[in-house]
T-cell receptor, first 111, second 115 residues
Framework: DAKTTQPTSMDCAEGRAANLPCNHSTISGNEYVYWYRQIHSQGPQYIIHGLKNNETNEMASLIITEDRKSSTLILPHATLRDTAVYYCIVRARSNDYKLSFGAGTTVTVRA | NAGVTQTPKFRILKIGQSMTLQCAQDMNHNYMYWYRQDPGMGLKLIYYSVGAGITDKGEVPNGYNVSRSTTEDFPLRLELAAPSQTSVYFC??????????????FGQGTRLTVV
């Protein structure tokens, strides 16, 4: 699976959009970009995933660059409850067992 | 629909003791996983299973054993507890097959301290 690089931490103001970058320059054609988050030592929670098109769901939007070497997770209106560690993971969908987590980005939403 | 249920939530073990961490899922998922998370670190895969009767090692299997006799249950066994096994343990499940791949669903974790 391709390795990902994320900033260690970032702050965001409540009510503003939070843009979380992720670099995955060695991604291969059959690998998807997944985002999970972990709130205060709870079990990780799935947010969104995509292959090459931009994706949106009720939680967030995922923007993937045309060359697929980087992506951005967007939380459109951050709330205090969005404070969490966010993990960007790249993997082929057939390799479920290789869901490997790095250190992630610690996002702090401030009032 | 309870999702992934882990028991116990907390446990303190003495060095050399053994215990089993229980994990059950009610979503008919074929894949199940055990991860550990040390303070301030990401999750590391211990063992995984792609179906009943099939298990395999992940990144950090030493000191642990698993079994998968049913689709629903995936217990993790610690035979001789060591301080290095102090961690938070997460169980997860997902479904893969028939052209469908779901995301992984995680339990709430078991916090284990070995003293």
């Amino acid at each position: 699976d391709a390795k990902t690089t994320q900033p260690t931490s970032m702050d965001c103001a409540e009510g503003r959009a939070a843009n979380l970058p992720c670099n995955h320059s060695t991604i291969s054609g059959n690998e998807y970009v997944y985002w999970y988050r972990q709130i205060h030592s709870q079990g990780p929670q799935y947010i969104i995933h995509g292959l090459k098109n931009n994706e949106t769901n009720e939680m967030a939007s995922l923007i993937i660059t045309e060359d697929r070497k980087s992506s951005t997770l967007i939380l459109p209106h951050a709330t205090l409850r969005d404070t969490a560690v966010y993990y960007c993971i790249v993997r082929a969908r057939s390799n479920d067992y290789k869901l490997s987590f790095g250190a992630g980005t610690t996002v702090t939403v401030r009032a | 629909n309870a999702g992934v249920t882990q028991t116990p939530k907390f446990r303190i073990l003495k060095i050399g003791q053994s215990m089993t961490l229980q994990c059950a899922q009610d979503m008919n998922h074929n894949y199940m996983y055990w991860y550990r998370q040390d303070p301030g670190m990401g999750l590391k895969l211990i063992y995984y299973s792609v179906g009943a009767g099939i298990t395999d090692k992940g990144e950090v299997p030493n000191g642990y054993n698993v079994s998968r006799s049913t689709t629903e249950d995936f217990p993790l066994r610690l035979e001789l507890a060591a301080p290095s096994q102090t961690s938070v343990y997460f169980c997860a499940s997902s479904y893969s097959g028939r052209g469908l791949n779901t995301e992984a669903f995680f339990g709430q974790g078991t916090r284990l301290t070995v003293v």
